[in-house]
């Protein structure tokens, strides 16, 4: 994640910031959507993304060309599912590569796809998967692990990911892609995965801060469940 500046091929480059924004403009309208509905989940949101912003911005030198640090995508995507997530992500990643030097613009089509889109929607289905998995349980303990699995996940898909576009980018001279992508997916495990478990473990201490100072607002964004009912449907805005 942080592809540095300059670092992929120009076809790549310019291949995965196609791929990558069509979700970003289905963000964009649905955080419109999302503000015009339900006008009080503007400070959430900046929470969200500031949240995001805050935990990428830990760098953790990895694979050359490369960082590792938490993505903090995981916590948005929950609150405010992943189409809103590709906007705030992609903020986070344009202020990153202008203000911090992490990442650069002409990779930053490349980062959105794996920490602002791949991560957020892993993230959410584990998320969910789990809280189906989990129905029976107390409320507090299905979204803790809910939450963990998710943040967790979110982290390591995009990572996932990197290592795909980094191997794309550059094959290894005997075994190719598959050998390029065991290589970097192997170098940057040994600094994601426990940052991905303490980046789980810490969102799920938000979430639960978040339920006893803004229980309301988790209701109505559906991730609290209301007594007696399985599942809280999302105001309007919120699943677009």
């Avoid at 599912?81 to 089509?109: E, K, N, S």
């Avoid at 980062?111 to 889109?117: E, I, K, R, T």
């Amino acid at each position: 994640m942080h592809i540095a500046e300059g670092f992929l091929p120009p076809v790549h480059a310019v291949a995965w910031t196609v791929a990558a924004a069509p979700f970003v403009v289905h963000g964009v309208y649905s955080l419109t959507r999302t503000v015009r509905a339900d006008p009080d989940s503007k400070l959430l949101l900046g929470a969200a993304g500031a949240f995001c912003f805050v935990l990428s911005a830990l760098k953790i030198p990895s694979v050359t060309g490369s960082s590792a640090h938490p993505t903090g995508t995981g916590l948005g995507a929950i609150l405010f599912r992943p189409p809103i997530m590709a906007v705030l992500g992609t903020i986070t990643l344009l202020f990153q590569a202008l203000l911090l030097a992490h990442g650069g613009l002409t990779t930053l089509g490349a980062n959105v796809f794996s920490m602002a889109v791949v991560g957020p929607w892993v993230g959410y289905g584990a998320y969910r998967l789990t809280r189906s998995a989990t129905a029976s349980m107390g409320e507090t303990s299905s979204l803790s692990l809910a939450v963990f699995f998710g943040a967790t996940l979110a982290s390591l898909s995009t990572y996932s990911v990197t290592s795909l576009q980094l191997a794309l980018a550059f094959p290894d001279p005997t075994s190719g892609f598959p050998g390029a992508f065991a290589k970097f997916a192997a170098i940057f495990s040994l600094t994601q995965i426990p940052i991905a478990v303490i980046e789980g473990l810490v969102t799920v201490v938000i979430v639960r801060l978040l339920m006893q100072v803004g229980r309301s607002e988790l209701l109505r964004l559906g991730v609290l469940r209301h007594r007696g009912a399985p599942e809280v449907t999302a105001t309007a805005g919120k699943g677009a």
